[in-house]
């Protein structure tokens, strides 16, 4: 795997204290962040860090180093969920020709803000990061046409979709690559239900790294009882030529799961990118219910949950745990940096029943 | 995780294309590659690579380029499976000696050709990487002879076997090391079933890296029928100095899975490497029954299988669906440049019922 | 993740070889390594290592060098377990006060001998890498008192416990920092039995890897009885500022986990670091009976276990096989390097029932 430096945030977030800026951030509705009153603080033997007391104005205390510390951290849960320029993995509705739902995906160059103030050039399915959503249920007939706006060849692979051979999109195994300017239509009867992807296979690594790839979901035909869910939450991670994301954001911009007490959350693990990805909720666990669209025989729980590239995990969380919690991946460095949380941080949102 | 640069194979396909090399590629009998006659392409919004038709005939269009690089992926694919000197996990034959299966097993530094014209020097039993497959069952009396003809001292472990401590592979703990020019004998009754490895478990990190491993295979005493197999493959993955192969060869000199549509296909997924590696089947979904040899108690369906180093992977996949299914690692850059395919990357070929 | 150069052990190792170091290591009275006698050693045909044999005096032959390195093999497993200065996750006996369970935990930094002779700047939880285990009951309540030493802030995050909100321990979603100096109480209820962590959620790619984490046992109300064990061994596996670590300890100076033959070994593998580490245990088989503290629905078996950043992996052994077992990350160079063995390497020694 290859060694990444840490994205940009943490620098222009370093950059953004220095210059003294004091925007005012709008804290969110939903999130009930702690008083940090600081009330159950107490006095303990003082630290080294006490003498530094008399340095010269110049030179910044360990105190004051840590206040420093602290303010850019803070500054960064404070901006969450922060907005930024675009949103992916939005729902796209399908336009119906005679009982073919008919999908339209335009692959182009575009500006991507991944956290506020930090664009970068992203190849994307009509202008989003992940591509749109699709959601389907087993049956459909479904028809996609790919447009390609980029300098590039391309194809689109379903992902996880046991589909006819000549439908599968592997550039000369089954089907020629769709050049520059051109287009190219999929049409299949949708065979198996999950959570599944769709994504470019051609010249992959470079296509998918900057953006090119989406969630294809596939409601089943008759749905088991024991996965009814209250929210439905598809998560995509990646760690391409964006830096880490949730769904195409980094930390503050990415977009936290809102719930009420007592729900069930449904959420779909997906992972596009080049690693894996430990993700931990804190406060609940999660009930793994499905592998790649497969159900589970015999489902399982945890509060970390390593998904690799490629994969795609169902889990449900019964949110009984009022609260903000937070959600990342546990692969600490794609979650912090001394500048404070950035990448794979989301939060779970636990709206209280009584409030 | 070492940071490693692309293995070559890329760029000599370049070179090769620079030349303008005309060599024709034989394509494979079980092989049926869609016809990529572009008679799906459909006239799309002209994008701005239109606009360098007005360019000097020195700068290659943006169509040129995709065009250029599309034909170096053709390449790739319609060179598959490329014949290279040298296979690697052939069925070793057993010499019988009183009751007891012998096998010969000779360490040497080899030449090794990874792809076709990358040739790598490599430390190989019996002149193959990986070694031969070994295949007994589960109670069998077996004796192992190494010859050491390395310049180093080695040993050899069998993982995954439960065997008495002194028969167990590591230098100082359970033997001594076996000297350049010195031989030594295992001998054991074999006795747990599954998919087991070989390989040395001196200076480990550089011996097994450079190719000192092989397949241990053990038929159960009574083999389930819910195992059946009509195919049975061993895949052994791997990440050291040859780069990223299958069974000790990279794409496209990958040997393909080959059944009939109908029939049952097991495949023992085996990591020598230090990464992990997510193979992901097209068109059809694993059911996974083993790890490390120990039947699951309650089977999974997947796609994509994370394969961890020193881990083993049972699967069985109703081969339903007929042509010809990429099979690949899905760490993108594992398997594909901008160069086309290579790396970990094979083909499913399920060939029509009628056919 | 990190491209990380292989820590100090082995060069100091070199050195010390080189100085020509005669001190006598000890032999554990635990472990019964082989005779290494070679009385299995037969004579081979020659390799080419014998032409050096013209060498003059100041160039070794291969046999020389093969001699060397395997004196440096096993210089290392004969130190094995090597006393260094400091031991971590050292059971902590909490103070009571009117039925609550109070420990402390002093954050500072320290000096810490990861193997003999190699020191490192390390920051723990009261003088310890891991900090001290705390091990709790169902139910209990329990308060936990952090002073911070550091120079700067922190706090501490209770890994897998489904706490409230306000105990979770994540600056300024759940709490306020705690300051260089200042401490800082948490109180709450055991809610959920299993292998679960703490450690700091400031700052946390350095903190938690440099150092400031533990393990937090939460004994059930009512024990399975086919989960009861005669040994039970928590094991922290690490690879941050330290190097490639067992319990905050790199080999020789590993523990090994001993038990007699017969009995059955609770093993509680946690990972802090942020790589995965797939473990191996040598002669024997372990049987997955939790993930994250939950119990697994359908226990399943391996021998070579992949252990995510995050995750916690309970698994039962039957000690059915005597000797001493390597027991080690199968990601090679975290374990072995042309020095000898290294890093996250420990052992099973199961003593035989007549001894």
Chains 1, 2, 3 share one sequence.
């Not at 103030?117 to 046409?145: L, M, S």
């Not at 989406?214 to 035909?221: L, N, S």
């Not at 760690?239 to 959420?267: I, M, S, W």
């Not at 509060?303 to 969380?317: K, M, S, Y």
Request: aromatic fraction near 6%; charge should be neutral.
């Amino acid at each position: 795997m290859p060694d990444r430096a840490s994205p940009a945030p943490p620098t222009s977030r370093r950059d953004f204290l220095r210059k003294g800026a004091t925007a005012a951030v709008a804290l969110p509705a939903v999130m009930s962040l702690a008083g940090c009153s600081g009330s159950k603080a107490v006095a303990a033997p003082a630290a080294d860090t006490t003498r530094a007391a008399a340095s010269p104005p110049s030179e910044p205390t360990a105190r004051e180093k840590a206040d420093a510390m602290d303010a850019m951290h803070e500054k960064g849960v404070k901006a969450f969920p922060a907005r930024t320029e675009g949103k992916g993995n939005q729902p796209l509705a399908p336009r119906l020709e005679k009982g073919v739902k008919v999908y339209e995906l335009t692959a182009e160059e575009i500006d991507w803000e991944v956290e506020p103030g930090r664009k970068v050039r992203a190849w994307a399915y009509n202008g989003q990061v992940p591509g749109p959503q699709i959601r389907v249920r087993e049956g459909d007939r479904v028809r996609v046409k790919l447009m390609n706006q980029l300098s590039q060849s391309t194809a689109i692979h379903f992902h996880g979709l046991e589909l006819p051979n000549d439908q599968d999109g592997v550039p000369f195994i089954t089907q020629p690559p769709v050049k520059p300017g051109e287009g190219y239509t999929y049409e299949f009867t949708v065979p198996n239900a999950g959570s599944h992807m769709y994504h470019s296979h051609h010249n992959a690594a470079i296509q998918v790294g900057n953006g090119l790839l989406g969630a294809f979901i596939v409601e089943p035909r008759r749905p088991l009882a024991a996965h009814k869910a209250d929210v439905d939450y598809v998560m995509v991670l990646n760690d391409g030529a964006h830096g880490y994301t949730l769904n195409g954001k980094g930390f503050p911009a990415t977009e936290p799961v809102v719930c009420a007490q007592g729900q069930t959350v449904r959420l779909r693990f997906m992972n596009e990118g080049m690693m894996i990805h430990p993700m931990h909720l804190h406060g609940m666990h999660m009930t793994v219910i499905a592998k790649d669209g497969w159900d589970q025989p015999a489902p399982w729980k945890c509060d970390t949950l390593n998904i690799a590239p490629g994969e795609r995990w169902d889990v449900l969380v019964k949110a009984t745990n009022p609260g903000t919690w937070a959600f990342h991946c546990h692969i600490l460095p794609h979650a912090e940096s001394e500048h404070g949380m950035y990448g794979m941080v989301t939060a779970l949102v636990v709206k209280p029943a009584t409030a």
